[in-house]
């Protein structure tokens, strides 16, 4: 790798002021959370877990319903096909109460 290649190269040196930017955005208190900050938002939360076998059962859930509003679609271009599953789980993180829905 030429000298100048390598000087650019994202590496370890990289990184932390990368973090410590990272954590600055995140330590702002924010009007959409209420005045909290993200940290405080969303690590005092417990995290959920999922077995393998619910994992299985919750793709293949997302996938039926992707499949269903890909088939009623006129245009069936790599656009429309990513709409489709992102809305498909968005649905299900509302539905299962891990994302709010906001209105635009």
């Not at 410590?20 to 955005?25: E, G, T």
């Not at 790599?78 to 489709?84: D, F, G």
């Not at 789980?89 to 829905?101: D, H, I, K, P, S």
């Amino acid at each position: 790798m030429p000298a100048a290649a390598a000087a650019l190269a994202p590496g370890p040196a990289a990184a932390l002021p990368a973090r410590r930017v990272d954590h600055a955005l995140n330590c702002r208190r924010r009007r959409s959370l209420q005045g909290q900050t993200a940290c405080e938002a969303y690590t005092h939360q417990p995290r959920r877990r999922f077995s393998p076998r619910a994992r299985h059962t919750i793709f293949a859930l997302i996938r039926v319903r992707a499949q269903d509003s890909i088939s009623h679609m006129e245009r069936k271009d790599q656009r429309s096909l990513s709409a489709a599953w992102r809305h498909a789980v968005e649905t299900w993180l509302v539905c299962q109460g891990l994302m709010a829905q906001r209105r635009r």
